[in-house]
């Protein structure tokens, strides 16, 4: 079974806070960790990515934190702001393939 | 950076007809390129993966009599809803990985199909 489960479903946080959504995979075979932010009538947008030789990667106001033994990856938005608020996916997937995508988790940032 | 178009963003049909979608790499070469299907507030389901020159793997449950797809370039790939029925409605998102390899999935816009 090639599933991705991710939570929460939804997320509620004040501007400035830090959100964590979590994801995680059961494929060991999976090498390539992205998440996507997905606005109302739009396509997924890729925010960052992680391939699992490395536990955690940057990218201006993302992280994501990868722990390859528990085959679990998060993502860490800082100083949230109410334009972050969309619906995430995580992916996990593989150089060759298709990707699986998490349940999504829809976040609302308060002003 | 990688731009995939897809084409139209909305449309809105009779059931009976057929509605076709266009997914296209601006600038990049696609060999593979995906199909997937969203309903409100759910994820996005695998439809289809599309290689240029070949035939289309469907996903398990996924009619390829009604989804047909076709990618006869390095650049598009097109879906072509036939006979669409109102259960058709939803959000169709196509997205492609540059033949240059890598580990880049680029997504378009996505299409939401109404079928009256």
């Known amino acids: 079974q090639q599933q991705v489960k991710q939570s929460p479903q939804s997320l509620i946080v004040q501007k400035g806070g830090i959100p964590i959504i979590n994801c995680a995979y059961e494929n060991t075979a999976f090498d390539y960790f992205p998440w996507y932010q997905q606005f109302p009538g739009k396509g997924p947008a890729l925010l960052i990515a992680i391939r699992p030789d490395v536990s955690e990667k940057k990218e201006g106001r993302f992280t994501i934190s990868f722990n390859k033994s528990a085959k679990q990856f998060s993502l860490h938005i800082m100083d949230s702001q109410p334009g972050d608020s969309a619906t995430y996916f995580c992916?996990?997937?593989?150089?060759?393939?298709?990707?699986?995508f998490g349940q999504g988790t829809i976040l609302t940032v308060h002003p | 950076g990688a731009v995939v178009s897809q084409h139209p963003s909305w449309v809105i049909c009779k059931s009976g007809t057929s509605v076709k979608i266009e997914c296209r790499s601006l600038?990049?070469?696609?060999?593979?390129m995906f199909w997937y299907r969203q309903f409100p507030k759910q994820s996005l389901m695998l439809m289809a993966t599309?290689?240029?020159?070949?035939?289309?793997?469907?996903e398990q449950g996924v009619e390829k009599d009604k989804f047909l797809i076709n990618h006869a370039s390095l650049t598009l790939s097109t879906l072509t809803v036939t006979s669409a029925h109102p259960e058709d409605s939803s959000f169709y998102i196509c997205?492609?990985?540059?033949?240059?390899?890598?580990?880049?999935?680029?997504f378009g816009s996505g299409t939401r199909l109404t079928v009256v």
């Open positions: 600038d990049f070469q696609a060999t593979t």
């Open positions: 992916a996990s997937g593989t150089s060759y393939g298709k990707l699986t």
């Open positions: 997205s492609a990985r540059d033949q240059g390899g890598g580990y880049g999935y680029t």
């Open positions: 599309s290689n240029e020159g070949s035939k289309a793997t469907y």
